[in-house]
């Protein structure tokens, strides 16, 4: 079946460290996006990508950098400029070649925690 | 820019009863699309309906429907007969129809409804 997948459900990262946050899609999706969700803030937009090698920041860049070298994979960087990376960190895809609305599929999240 | 706003923290609402989540939003543009999401506590996001700008019709998906009214830049879900699984945090989004937003989904800070039997 396709889906979208992203790993590591759990992820620690020390102070100072980059950590990499995986997102693999087989569903032929053009658009990929990454969210961060926090408590009473619902999820605000990271990066998102709609074609290959081309990607746009979004409302909460700043501390992260992406990279979409394969159309099924769109890895989110969260660097150690990111002051307060702890949150639930969701990815998204859709097709927007579709005519009209085609959906959204999202991950199942990972969940990254400053130890 | 496009604003999302549910004032709405928590809600309850006792099983087999209705309740309605409420949602406002701010745009320039006359087409674009409104969702509502569900995140139960797997935080796996699940659409449970979606209501095209243009039409002026209010979507229904069994028990969840909508009201929309665009004037007012309204969309609030109304749940009946409401059950135990309908528990979850709910998000209303909006999404441009213009390609060069790039599909992006624009959501509100979300509301925890809890069921009680």
């Known amino acids: 079946d396709g889906g979208i997948t992203q790993s590591p459900k759990y992820l620690f990262r020390k102070e100072g460290q980059n950590v990499t946050l995986s997102c693999e899609q087989n569903l032929n999706h053009d658009a990929m996006y990454w969210y961060r969700q926090d408590p009473g803030q619902g999820l605000r937009l990271i990066y998102y990508?709609?074609?290959?090698?081309?990607?746009q920041k979004g409302d909460i860049a700043e501390g992260y950098s992406v990279s979409r070298e394969k159309k099924e994979s769109f890895p989110l960087t969260v660097t150690s400029a990111q002051k307060n990376p702890t949150a639930f960190y969701l990815c998204?895809?859709?097709?927007?070649?579709?005519?009209?609305?085609?959906?959204?599929?999202f991950g199942s999240g990972t969940r990254l925690t400053v130890v | 820019a496009q604003t999302v706003t549910q004032s709405q923290p928590e809600m309850s609402v006792q099983e087999a009863e209705t309740v309605t989540l409420s949602c406002t939003y701010d745009?320039?543009?006359?087409?674009?699309?409104l969702f509502w999401y569900k995140q139960p506590p797997s935080r796996q996001m699940i659409l449970v309906i979606r209501q095209e700008a243009y039409k002026q019709q209010n979507a229904t998906e069994n028990r969840f429907s909508v009201n929309f009214q665009k004037a007012a830049k309204s969309f609030s879900l109304k749940i009946s007969d409401s059950q135990l699984g309908d528990a979850a945090m709910y998000f209303c989004?909006?999404?441009?129809?213009?390609?060069?937003?790039?599909?992006?989904?624009?959501f509100g800070q979300g509301t925890e409804l809890s069921v009680k039997p």
């Open positions: 745009t320039s543009e006359s087409d674009y699309y």
């Open positions: 990508s709609q074609i290959v090698n081309d990607f």
């Open positions: 998204a895809s859709t097709n927007r070649q579709a005519p009209r609305d085609y959906g959204y599929t």
């Open positions: 989004a909006y999404r441009s129809t213009f390609y060069n937003q790039g599909g992006k989904l624009i």
